[in-house]
């Protein structure tokens, strides 16, 4: 549960940059000038992802949990802060 929790979280993150991606290259928002950069994250979420599975099957499960860990929380806290954004009424200015 340590592993799967973390790596899902990564994985519906990976999943939000792949939407945003794909709606970016069918409005024409994502052009030669930024898609360097989107490729770069891009690649970042594959290896975040997909390495973590291959450490724990390699058997470096401390490896793995620490790789998912560390990016899950902060999606975690971008996840409350955009909740709270979301659900309490207030004056933001």
Do not use: E, Y
């Amino acid at each position: 549960m340590t592993f799967w929790i973390p790596w899902t979280i990564n994985l519906l993150m990976a999943t939000v940059l792949v939407f945003f991606f794909l709606l970016g290259l069918a409005d024409g928002s994502i052009s030669s000038f930024n898609l360097a950069l989107w490729l770069l994250i891009l690649c970042a979420a594959v290896v975040v992802v997909g390495g973590s599975l291959a450490l724990r099957a390699a058997a470096h499960v401390k490896s793995a949990q620490a790789l998912v860990t560390v990016f899950a929380v902060p999606g975690v806290l971008v996840g409350l802060f955009f909740a709270v954004i979301l659900l309490v009424p207030g004056r933001w200015n």
